[in-house]
């Protein structure tokens, strides 16, 4: 594969490495002891996480939206898939499906850390969510680099592919200004 393609499955094995971490962490929370509030001890790993995932994993996204799947979408067109129902756009959706559980669990986790509840039960369905959202992005990330990336690898010529990758610098280049 190319450089452009080379960079995003490099990327999405360092964001399999957070999801394996996240994983362990919200293993620990659920199996420690209450009402000691579990979130103290695991406060910077997780707060590390969502940090990971506020800067790399939104560069990220924004390299396969604004880089990968407009160039991948006109061969889609092309080939007859309508509007709106293309492999990029399943993608999308998926994107922002995950945007908003790590929105609301940056939401609830704050909360949590301020309201120190001494409700179990809190902290296990902030934990079971989190392992949704571990699964998610397993089941995402496998689809990309099993079918989406391999279909590119057939259907861009080099030319198109150097584009991917200048549009993806270019929006490394937006992502480091707006931080
Ligand atoms: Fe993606
Ligand atoms: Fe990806």
Known sequence: MNEAMNNLIQCHDRILAQMEQLKQIVEE???????????????????????????????????????????????????????????????????????????????????????????????LSFCALMLELVNRYRRHIWKENNVLFPMADTLLSEEEFEEVWNRMQAAAIGVQIKI
Request: proline letters at 6%.
């Open 29 to 123: 929370i659920a199996s420690s002891c209450f009402p000691l509030n579990p979130f103290q001890a695991n406060r910077e790993r997780l707060e590390e996480f969502f940090r990971f995932m506020a800067t790399r994993g939104v560069l990220h996204t924004r390299q396969e939206e604004e880089a990968l799947f407009p160039i991948l979408l006109r061969r889609f067109l092309e080939a007859g898939i309508r509007p709106g129902e293309t492999p990029a756009d399943v993608m999308e959706s998926e994107h922002r499906e995950a945007e908003e559980i790590l929105q609301l669990q940056k939401k609830r986790f704050a909360e949590l850390l301020e309201l120190k509840s001494d409700r179990p039960e809190d902290y």
